[in-house]
């Protein structure tokens, strides 16, 4: 999704960091032969310079650790959303030193509400390596990169090309995409057969110079002409021979994932509050929300009772009372509306109980739970449907049951 300026860095220690010669392409093995077509690549180049993005904020530099945190944010995630993100992290984080060195939990709280919170602990994760393993020197190696939490083969090939020039292929999403329609490959492309396949066709397409161009051009491409619904193949360089345009099967290809039922789990969160503090709870650090700030849960998530309706805690409230209780003293407990978030592998319906206490328990702040402002909530850390349930509590209609 990136394109790169020319700039000189500097390492910790003032010196300029030396960027690595451009690698040739490797020779062509016979399997990757039938594949080879240098005017993909030439056209796709030619169209990229002219028509791709070049204003993203991640597109000013080469330095490697840039290139990766965009990378990483932009896995899955659109890049609007991930601009306000990229700003905040590097205003924070300006280098992998800084970014390795900070706790968990403030890397958490500035990923919170960007999702798929694996990848800011792999982040983490990843920047404490690179400091440990490489001096804080990204390799230009993508084999080495792979190594690396949270870094995949197409990640660690996008990386390496953007900031050093490494002829290597990339297939993410966007990719599978064009080459699905414009070579007109049937088949799901996450089954093993059809990806193989992609990639040999991947690596046989890569160019001998301007790999940039050419990596930024498959993004590019992906993102805003051939797009997964109504794709703007007027526009396109690879009209005229796109296969799935001349068969008329934009709509087909790629051939979608089959569905499968969505698993759907219910849980009972307690918004306890005290006067105009709220009560936090420090999240695991692994599974849903790992790491961030959320409501204490009770009994953990289960399988979803089919309505909504039949959610209740009615059955429940002594358990609601007695793990409310451990807060301080009750004054009173509401019962709000069921509302879902939903994940991308399961449906949760969350049940908030309010409890309002008129007496607090001093001695709860300590370990994983902590009393906040529920006016600086919203600057929290906190999972995205938890904030806008305390952003909307003012206006929840309530079922009360009082002490």
Known sequence: MKSKASSSKADPAG????????????????NLTPYVDPGFSAALITWQKKYGRHGLPWQQSHEAYRVWLSEIMLQQTQVTAVIPYYARFLETFPTVFDLAAAPVEQVME???????????????QCAKQLVDIYQGKFPADPALLQELPGIGRSTAAAITAFSYGTVAAILDGNVKRVFARVFGIDGYPGTKPVEDNMWLRAQALLPAQEIGAYTQGLMDLGATLCTRSSPKCPQCPFQLRCVAYAQGRTAELPVRKPKKA?????????LVQDGAEVLLERRPPTGIWGGLLSLPELA?????????????????????????????????????????????????????????????????????????????????????P??????NLGTQSQLPFTD
């Not at 010196?15 to 016979?30: F, K, T, V, Y």
């Not at 500035?110 to 983490?124: D, I, P, S």
């Not at 969505?262 to 307690?270: F, G, H, R, V």
Request: neutral net charge; aromatic residues 8%; hydrophobic residues 40%.
């Open 15 to 30: 010196q300029p960091e030396c960027q690595p010669e451009i690698q040739s392409q490797p020779a062509i093995s016979p």
């Open 110 to 124: 500035h990923w919170a509400g960007l999702g798929y919170y694996t990848r800011a602990r792999n982040l983490h």
């Open 262 to 270: 969505q698993k759907e789990k219910q849980a009972i969160m307690l």
């Open 300 to 384: 953990g998530m289960q399988e979803y009772s089919g309505k909504d309706d039949a959610f209740s805690v009615d059955a429940q409230m002594t358990t609601v009372r007695a793990r409310a209780s451990r807060f301080g003293d009750i004054a009173s407990i509401q019962v709000l509306p069921v509302f879902a978030h939903v994940f991308t592998h399961f449906k949760l319906h969350i049940l908030p109980v309010h409890v309002q206490l008129k007496k607090r328990d001093l001695e709860v702040a300590e370990g994983e739970h902590g009393w906040h402002p529920l006016s600086e909530a919203m600057q929290l850390g906190l999972p995205a």
């Open 386 to 391: 938890i904030k806008t349930l305390l952003s």
